[in-house]
C-alpha cells in the first residue's frame, strides 16, 4: 500500500486528559488498532514512562500484529550529549521496535527559547539521532514539532531541519501542526512551498494535526490532497487538548471520498466497531454525534428526510453507512412525518404501508404528545406499542387492567425510608391485590406489580429494570412542571425503553413501568 496509516492514540491519543492506559489496555487498543489495518502502531515512550517500557517489553512476545508495525516515540538526543550516552535515545533502542519517531524542534524560537541551544546544534541533534537510528537497523521518522507555525516564522529554518533529517537517512518528515492553529489553505500552501524550498518530495513528508481549530481532519485530508502520503491520526481524536484528527473520519474521507486505497481490503467496515471498543477501553462514554462511526451518524430525525429516505436511503445519506459498520436509524420525534412513523414501524417489524390511516393518526398523536412533553426519540418500545394500539384490530393484549394503586413513604424515626405499595388489578379474568415493599416508591410499585402477575406470567423473573431516568420539564405556568420518566428494562433476550409523562412523578413512572412489562411480555409470550 502506497499511504502510510500511522495511529498514535498510545501516544498522543494518552495525553488527552482523562485517558490514563493500563499496560494490558494498551496491548488491547494495539490489537484492535492491527484489526483496523493501521500500518503503524505508536505505542509511547519507552524510558520516559515505566507503563510504555513495560509495554514495549510485553509486546515482543504478547502482541502478534498482522497489519502493523510497532513504533517507539522519543525526542532527539540532548543538546550537548554524545547521541549513544543518551538514555532516552537508548531506551529507544532498547524498546526494539523495527520503527523509532523521534520528536525535533522545527521552529527557530523553540530551539533558541525552549531548548537554549543553538540552531546549529539542533540540527546536529536530529541528524546524529537519525544516523544513530538507521545505524541500529531502525527506519527512522521525525515529528517536526511546531512545524507550520516554524515555518511562517523562518522558512529558511524550517526547511533545514527537514532537509538534516532526510539527508541523515530519515524515510519520513513529520510537519506537525503541534498547536493545532492551522487552517486547510494554510497547509497546502506551506506544503507547496516546503517542496520548492528543499526540493523534499511531498511523499517523504507526513502530516499530525492537533485540532484546536476543529480542521485537523480537514487539514489531514488537505495534506494528502497535495501529496503526502503518511498521516498520523489518533482513535476517535483522542489527544492533548482538543485532540487529533480523528483516524475513523480521516481514513473513511480518503476512502470514500478522495477513492484512496488508505487501509487493507475488509478493514473500513469494522470502523464502527473498533471505534467503540476504543471507547470502551478508555473509559469515554461514545460521542454519539462523531462522524461515519457514532450512533447519531445516520440518524434522521426529519420527516422530510424520512419522505426522501423511503424512495432511496441515499437521498439524505452521504454514504452507505454499511460501508463503516454503521447502521441508518429513523428517529420518531415531533419533526416526524408519515414517512418516518413508516420507516420507524418497519424497522420496529411492523409494515404499514397498506395503513394510511394509521399512520396519519400515529403522526398525529405523537405530535400532540411530545407537544405535551413526551419523548418517543429513546422509547422504541412505548412507540411499537403506541402503533399497535392504533392497527386495525388492535394486536397488543394488554396483560392486566388496573383498578387502582397506592404508595405509601414512610420515614422512621431511625432514619430508614421503606416505600410500600399496594396494586388491585384483573389479570386474566382474575382480580388480584399485592403488596410489596421497596426503596423508592417505583420500586415498590414494580415489586407489587410482579407479585400481582407472577402466577400467570412467571416469565416477568428475568425481566430487571436497568436504569431509570427523570427530567422535569417546564410547564406553561412555571409552578406545574411535568415529568418525563424514561426506563429502561432487560431480560436475557435483550433490553428495551419506555416513556411516562406526568404531573406527578409516581404516574409518570408507573405510565412507562405498564409500557415495560407490557412490552416484555409481548415480546416473551405467545399468547400476545
Ligand atoms: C508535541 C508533543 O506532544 S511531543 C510528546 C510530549 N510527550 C510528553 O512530554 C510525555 C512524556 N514526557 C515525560 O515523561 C517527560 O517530560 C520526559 C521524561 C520526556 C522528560 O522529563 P524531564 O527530563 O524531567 O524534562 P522536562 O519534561 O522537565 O523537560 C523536557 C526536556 O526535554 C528537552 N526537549 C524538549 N524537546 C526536545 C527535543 N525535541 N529534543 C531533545 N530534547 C528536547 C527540553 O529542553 C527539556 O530539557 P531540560 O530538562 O534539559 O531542560
Ligand atoms: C509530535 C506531536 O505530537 C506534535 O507535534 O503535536
Redesign the pocket.
Known amino acids: 500500500m502506497n499511504y502510510q496509516v500511522f495511529d498514535t492514540t498510545l501516544r498522543?491519543g494518552g495525553?488527552r486528559e482523562g485517558i490514563s492506559y493500563t499496560v494490558a489496555d494498551k496491548l488491547a487498543v494495539a490489537r484492535l488498532l492491527d484489526e483496523f489495518g493501521v500500518g503503524f502502531i505508536e505505542g509511547g515512550?519507552p524510558g520516559?514512562?515505566p507503563k510504555d517500557t513495560e509495554f514495549f517489553e510485553r509486546a515482543k512476545t504478547e502482541l502478534e500484529l498482522r497489519h502493523a508495525v510497532l513504533v517507539a516515540f522519543g525526542?532527539?538526543?540532548?543538546?550537548g550529549v554524545d547521541v549513544a550516552a543518551d538514555p532516552?535515545v537508548k531506551a529507544l533502542l532498547d524498546a526494539g521496535t523495527p520503527v523509532v519517531c523521534v520528536?525535533?524542534?522545527s521552529d527557530i524560537r523553540h530551539v533558541e527559547r525552549?531548548?537554549?541551544t543553538t540552531g546549529d546544534e539542533n540540527l546536529a541533534?536530529v541528524r546524529d539521532t537519525v544516523r544513530h537510528l538507521v545505524a541500529n537497523g531502525r527506519r527512522a521518522f521525525v515529528d517536526c514539532?511546531h512545524f507550520f507555525d516554524g515555518f511562517r516564522y523562518d522558512p529558511a529554518y524550517t526547511a533545514s531541519v527537514v532537509q538534516a533529517a532526510i539527508e541523515a537517512g530519515a524515510e519520513r518528515v513529520v510537519m506537525?501542526d503541534?498547536n493545532g492553529g492551522m487552517l486547510p489553505s494554510m497547509i497546502t500552501k506551506a506544503i507547496n512551498e516546503v517542496v520548492s524550498l528543499t526540493g523534499v518530495s511531498p511523499e517523504q513528508l507526513g502530516i499530525h494535526c492537533q485540532n484546536d481549530t476543529a480542521c485537523a481532519v480537514a487539514n489531514t485530508v488537505a495534506a494528502v490532497e497535495a501529496g503526502v502520503k503518511h498521516f498520523q491520526c489518533t482513535a476517535n481524536g483522542y489527544g492533548?487538548r482538543p485532540g487529533n484528527a480523528d483516524l475513523f473520519a480521516v481514513v473513511s474521507n480518503l476512502q470514500l471520498k478522495l477513492g484512496l486505497k488508505v487501509l487493507p481490503d475488509g478493514c473500513l467496515e469494522k470502523a464502527t466497531r473498533v471505534s467503540t471498543a476504543l471507547a470502551e477501553i478508555a473509559n469515554i462514554a461514545p460521542d454519539t454525534h462523531q462522524a461515519y462511526v457514532g450512533a447519531a451518524a445516520f440518524a434522521h430525525k426529519a420527516g422530510l428526510h424520512a419522505s426522501a429516505i423511503k424512495v432511496d436511503p441515499l437521498l439524505y445519506n452521504h454514504v452507505d453507512p454499511s460501508v463503516v459498520g454503521n447502521d441508518m436509524r429513523i428517529l420518531v420525534t415531533e419533526m416526524a412525518g408519515r414517512a418516518s412513523i413508516e420507516l420507524k414501524s418497519r424497522e420496529l417489524g411492523l409494515d404499514l404501508a397498506g395503513h394510511p390511516d394509521t399512520l396519519t393518526k400515529v403522526t398525529q398523536k405523537v405530535k400532540d404528545l411530545e407537544a405535551g412533553g413526551w419523548s418517543f426519540e429513546a422509547a422504541d418500545a412505548s412507540f411499537e406499542l403506541l402503533v399497535r394500539s392504533e392497527l386495525p384490530g388492535a394486536d397488543v393484549a394488554r396483560p392486566f387492567t388496573l383498578e387502582s394503586y397506592r404508595v405509601l413513604v414512610e420515614h422512621r424515626e431511625d432514619g430508614t425510608v421503606i416505600s410500600e405499595a399496594t396494586v388491585k388489578v384483573r389479570v386474566r379474568g382474575e382480580r388480584v391485590i399485592a403488596t410489596a415493599e421497596g426503596n423508592g416508591p417505583v420500586n415498590a410499585l414494580d415489586e407489587a406489580l410482579r407479585v400481582a402477575l407472577s402466577n400467570h406470567y412467571p416469565h416477568l423473573k428475568s425481566f430487571e429494570l436497568t436504569d431509570y431516568k427523570v427530567r422535569i420539564l417546564e410547564g406553561s405556568h412555571g409552578t406545574n412542571a411535568i415529568t418525563r420518566v424514561l426506563l429502561e428494562t432487560s431480560n436475557h433476550t435483550g433490553e428495551w425503553t419506555t416513556v411516562g409523562v406526568h404531573e406527578n412523578i409516581v404516574e409518570a413512572s408507573w405510565t412507562a413501568l405498564v409500557d415495560a412489562l407490557t412490552y416484555g411480555l409481548a415480546r416473551t409470550t405467545t399468547t400476545v
Open positions: 498522543d495525553q515512550w520516559a514512562m525526542a532527539t538526543r540532548k543538546a532516552q520528536v525535533a524542534k525552549a531548548l537554549r541533534m514539532e506537525c503541534t492533548e
